[in-house]
């Protein structure tokens, strides 16, 4: 198994070129099952959730090839039945949910069990399918969805924490071929839904309102193909936003979307980032400085749970103290214990992470639990004293594509180990 060896005190500069989004490309393949014509996909990262998707697709019957950031699919026929063994490797693949509804009339795919970033239930997703008229049955650990027909209707998806993002898309994608008009109420906005509102539309959906709580969806006869790139990856740019600051560096994010992380720079800029975004990216320069935060997790436009890790990260080695409070998985906090091997020093008051910033972090053995989560171990070596060896780093390559190429391209001093 690979591991991550991290040597602190290196100041990270340069430039890094954000990847593609891994929670937008996951949806959009998903959607390609959609339609038996041909979908070209651009700027598609190449990590294992991802390699795990194309085979997912590759076994329900698409034919697909993935060459240098570009995945081609066709899929003339689709079947109902999702394996087991990807499916529960990986929880995204719920999203295929949706399209094989709708193409097929009946989707059989294991039941996601328990997860480390908290409980992770479908009820809503089966619920929005439920009332497109499919019904669902569990037993023997899998969700069997059958439909005679989908009709348009409107539809809430809230759920106490929120909106869901994956909820949402595979209702939306349902809803394209259904009778009718569906209104999506309490839709997730996140921008990695709107991507893929926007490739259902070049397949020749009818949906407006995207990007808002009200989603409407006119149902169509067919879909077609259609040639898209992916959004850049808000979370990996935000990643190495930090990754700039807790070294005190000077970094500029290729090709991140200011506009998709409004929450996040405001956030940094309070605790006295320096950030300029343009047309090409963002500028990151860390303050002599940084000061603590008081944040809460939120759906999009809030601050993401997908950041929460890091900046735990960041804060442990920021002077005060810092409250981060998550509102979307509320025990999504595996990292702290690993954090506080480190020297950092946490509490955890119910959901919130009471961090009193110290001055040195140093190396130790750690364990990645989650994607997240090993990333912000990630960061916390970066700026530790000595060497830190961060194991299981596989979680870390289902999201971060070439992570320890591209800080050491910045100057970090960090090896994979196999
Ligand atoms: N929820 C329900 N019932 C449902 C669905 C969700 O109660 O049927 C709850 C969840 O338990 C959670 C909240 O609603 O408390 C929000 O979950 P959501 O459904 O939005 O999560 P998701 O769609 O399964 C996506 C991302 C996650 C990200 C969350 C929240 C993808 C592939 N995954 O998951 O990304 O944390 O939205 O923004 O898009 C990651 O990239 O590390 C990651 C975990």
Redesign the pocket.
Known sequence: MDKLVVKGGARLSGRVKISGS???A??ILAATLLTPEKCVLHNVPDLS?IRFMLEILAQLGSEVTFENGTVTTRAPKVKSETPYDLVRK???S??VLGPIIARCGRATISEPGG?V???????????GLAMLGAESRSEGGNVYVTSKELVGREIFLG???????????NVMMAATRAKGVTIIESA?C?P?VRDLADVLVKMGAKIVGHGTRRVEIEGVDGLGGCEHTIIPDR?EAGTFMVAGLITGGDVFLDGANGDHMINVIDRMKSCGAELKCSGEGIQVAAPRKLSSIDLVTE??PGF???MQAQMCALMSVTPGISAITEK???S?FMHLSELRRMGAKVDLEGSTAIIHGVKELSGAPVMAS???ASAALVLAGLVAGGTTEVNRVYHID??YEHIDQKLRALGAEIERVR
């Open positions: 891994k929670n937008s996951l949806p959730d990986m929880r995204a719920i999203c997860c970033i908290g409980d992770r239930p479908i009820d809503i997703h089966l619920k759920t106490k924490f929120g909106s869901t993002v994956l909820g949402t898309d997730a996140e990695e979370i759906t999009y993401p749970t997908d979307i998985f509320p999504r989650d994607l997240r289902r999201g």
